[in-house]
T-cell receptor, first 114, second 116 residues
Framework: DGGITQSPKYLFRKEGQNVTLSCEQNLNHDAMYWYRQDPGQGLRLIYYSQIVNDFQKGDIAEGYSVSREKKESFPLTVTSAQKNPTAFYLC?????????????FGPGTRLTVL | AQKVTQAQTEISVVEKEDVTLDCVYETRDTTYYLFWYKQPPSGELVFLIRRNSFDEQNEISGRYSWNFQKSTSSFNFTITASQVVDSAVYFCALSERETNAGKSTFGDGTTLTVKP
């Protein structure tokens, strides 16, 4: 079945540590996105990638980094510079970066900083 | 700048009641796209519908219907004869043609609880 996988489902991190969230898609989509969701709030865009080897900052990129070395993979690193990283992280993809296209979402990773 | 407002934070209904979720948007672009997504307790958002700014025709899909009105900048979502399985968080989203990369702005979501 085609879709988006995110791992791990739950992640615990100590303060001061970097941690990497995995996102893989087998939909052959060009565009990929990372969102952060906090309780009672909508999705806020962290980074997006329109095509492999290219990515841009979203609205809340500070303290995060990404790479897009392969079309199917878009990992997100939460660095120690992110002051409040505890949140639910969602990865998404779309056929292309056209605003017409709906996004397909993964099941999310819940990150907790201890 | 684009903005999406979902004023209803939480709605609770009893099964079989009809319920309408409101979505109001702001944009300066003349070409834009509106979306509704459903987020069940599992967490994964599921796409429900897309509307472009030139198509104000209302749409019905089973128990779901959508009312798009450019005059009031609204794109409301109605569930008829609600069921417990409809319990979820529903997000309205907006993408503008002039915005690069298909970036969508999401509302804060409406949590719908359908009680048996």
């Amino acid at each position: 079945d085609g879709g988006i996988t995110q791992s791990p489902k739950y992640l615990f991190r100590k303060e001061g540590q970097n941690v990497t969230l995995s996102c893989e898609q087998n939909l052959n989509h060009d565009a990929m996105y990372w969102y952060r969701q906090d309780p009672g709030q909508g999705l806020r865009l962290i980074y997006y990638s329109q095509i492999v080897n290219d990515f841009q900052k979203g609205d809340i990129a500070e303290g995060y980094s990404v790479s897009r070395e392969k079309k199917e993979s878009f990992p997100l690193t939460v660095t120690s510079a992110q002051k409040n990283p505890t949140a639910f992280y969602l990865c998404a993809s779309s056929t292309t970066s056209s605003p017409y296209n709906e996004q397909f979402f993964g099941p999310g990773t819940r990150l907790t900083v201890l | 700048a684009q903005k999406v407002t979902q004023a209803q934070t939480e709605i609770s209904v009893v099964e079989k009641e009809d319920v309408t979720l409101d979505c109001v948007y702001e944009t300066r672009d003349t070409t834009y796209y509106l979306f509704w997504y459903k987020q069940p307790p599992s967490g994964e958002l599921v796409f429900l519908i897309r509307r472009n700014s030139f198509d104000e025709q209302n749409e019905i899909s089973g128990r779901y219907s959508w009312n798009f009105q450019k005059s009031t900048s609204s794109f409301n979502f109605t569930i008829t004869a609600s069921q417990v399985v409809d319990s979820a968080v529903y997000f309205c989203a907006l993408s503008e043609r002039e915005t690069n990369a298909g970036k969508s702005t999401f509302g804060d979501g409406t949590t719908l609880t359908v009680k048996p």
